[in-house]
T-cell receptor, first 116, second 116 residues
């Protein structure tokens, strides 16, 4: 079944640790996105990718980095986690569509990160 | 800059009744898409309904319908015959027509509770 997966679902770590949040999709989508969502708040785009070897920063500044070596995989890395990184991180993907056509985004279940 | 405002942080409805969630947005664009997304507790965010700004007819998906008023920049969601499974966070989102990022701009969400 085509889907989008995120691991881990929950992560509690100490300050200064390096972490990687995994995101994979089996739908063959070219476009992938990372959103950050604080409790009770809207989602903010922090990274996106239009395809392999393509990554861009989103509207919200983030100290995280991403890579896109394979179409299906879009991991997010924090080199040195801090309490300010505590949040929920949502991954999404969508098809490439012609201009002036909407592209529905499909979301993963999210990773809730707590940095102590 | 485009913004999306959801003025109701929380709403409650009795099972089988009808509820309307409000959303307003600000944009100088004439063509765009609007969406309502549903985020159940600890589950993946899913698309509920979408509306193309160039279409005058309001979108409908089973028990979900929208009231799109372009001049007023208003996009409310009506849920008829509410069910317990409708309890979730609902996010209104905006996407410019042919937006290069495919970037969704989200409101802060409305938490809907359904009482049996």
């Amino acid at each position: 079944e085509a889907d989008i997966y995120q691991t881990p679902r929950y992560l509690v770590i100490g300050t200064g640790k390096k972490i990687t949040l995994e995101c994979s999709q089996t739908m063959g989508h070219d476009k992938m996105y990372w959103y950050q969502q604080d409790p009770g708040m809207e989602l903010h785009l922090i990274h996106y990718s239009y395809g392999v070897n393509s990554t861009e920063k989103g509207d919200l500044s983030s100290e995280s980095t991403v890579s896109r070596i394979r179409t299906e995989h879009f991991p997010l890395t924090l080199e040195s986690a801090r309490p300010s990184h505590t949040s929920q991180y949502l991954c999404a993907s969508s098809e490439s569509t012609p201009p002036n056509s909407y592209n529905e985004q499909f979301f993963g279940p999210g990773t809730r990160l707590t940095v102590l | 800059a485009q913004t999306v405002t959801q003025s109701q942080p929380e709403m409650s409805v009795q099972e089988a009744e009808t509820v309307t969630l409000s959303c307003t947005y600000d944009t100088s664009e004439s063509d765009y898409y609007l969406f309502w997304y549903k985020q159940p507790p600890s589950r993946q965010m899913i698309l509920v309904i979408r509306q193309e700004a160039y279409k005058q007819q309001n979108a409908t998906e089973n028990r979900f319908s929208v009231n799109f008023q372009k001049a007023a920049k208003s996009f409310s969601l009506k849920i008829s015959d509410s069910q317990l499974g409708d309890a979730a966070m609902y996010f209104c989102a905006y996407n410019p027509y042919g937006g290069s990022q495919g970037n969704l701009i989200f409101g802060k969400g409305t938490k809907l509770s359904v009482k049996p």
